[in-house]
């Protein structure tokens, strides 16, 4: 299999974003931040294209994926038809600020160190991808990613649900 992006890939980006086929046109164009990757069990698929395999897994239909549902959920405001998952998918940009892999399991902390080295591929996918809106995945990673690049906590806005609020913590209104 042929593992090719439909972007020029993003210089010192490990793990390559996943961008939706009609991000471009969206407006606001959205940008969903997830927090990290763990032990992939595909050896032979290469890192740039881990993020997109999740996503391309997830739009299939072969994985169900509660973290994933509940993103579109808070967004469109109530739990995704299949139609409505795939349209979702191809309207926005998923990306995973840290860019290493962490692990075998999710709920576990991250050394600072991590974040902290991720910090210049974020501005990279900023720059590449110019973003209109942002939405941050996990009040843990918000934390961390606030902190690292300075953004104004006052263009903070909580899940519209409180259902999501846990798992979908922040969004960013404007850069």
Known sequence: MEYKLPYKPI?????????????????PRLLVVGMSHYSWGDKNLPDYWVT????????????????LTNIIATCIGHLPSDE??????????????IQEFVGNSPRR???Y???ARAEPALAQVLRALS????????????????NLNGWDGDNLLRAPDARYAGTLAVLVAHL
């Open 109 to 111: 902390a991250h050394a």
């Open 131 to 146: 973003p209109q809106l942002i939405l941050v995945v996990g009040i843990l990673n918000w934390g961390n990613i606030a």
């Open 84 to 97: 409505e998952r795939v349209e979702f998918w191809h309207s926005v940009a998923f990306y995973n600020y």
């Open 11 to 27: 210089e010192g980006v490990r793990f390559q974003p996943w961008v939706g086929k009609n991000f471009a046109s969206r407006v």
């Open 52 to 67: 997109n395999a999740v996503i391309l897994h997830r739009i299939s239909g072969d994985v169900r994926n509660k973290f």
């Open 113 to 115: 160190e991590l974040w």
